[in-house]
C-alpha cells in the first residue's frame, strides 16, 4: 500500500520501504555498532545527509526497495541498495 509520493508523483514511499529500511538497519547495526546509517526514507533534509556523507569511520547508505513503483505495481525490478563508505569514500 502507498503511504504517500515524495519529489513527484512517481516517487512512492510504501509501508514495506520503511520496514525493510528499519530491518538492514537493525542488521547493520547489531554486527557493526559503531557504524553510521543512511537510509533512504529516514534521511531526512538535504543538509542532514550532506553531514552523513562527511562522517568520519564507516557509513552504510541503504536504499531499501530500489525500484519501489515497480515493487507497487507487482513487477519484478526492484532490488535492495546497500553501499558502504569509510571516511567519505564508497569502499
Known amino acids: 500500500e502507498v503511504r504517500q509520493t515524495k519529489a513527484f508523483a512517481a516517487d512512492l514511499l510504501t509501508e ?9 538497519r537493525s542488521t547493520v ?7 553510521a546509517f543512511l537510509g533512504e526514507e529516514t534521511a531526512g533534509s538535504t ?8 562522517t568520519p569511520g ?12 515497480n515493487f507497487v505495481a507487482g513487477m ?3 532490488a535492495v541498495s546497500i553501499g558502504v563508505a569509510q571516511d567519505g569514500e564508497l569502499r
Open 47 to 54: 543538509d542532514a545527509i550532506d553531514k552523513a556523507l562527511l
Open 76 to 78: 519484478p525490478l526492484s
Open 29 to 35: 547495526l547489531k554486527a557493526f555498532p559503531h557504524h
Open 16 to 24: 514495506v520501504d520503511g520496514e525493510c529500511e528499519d530491518a538492514i
Open 58 to 69: 564507516w557509513l552504510w547508505v541503504v536504499d531499501p526497495i530500489d525500484g519501489t513503483t
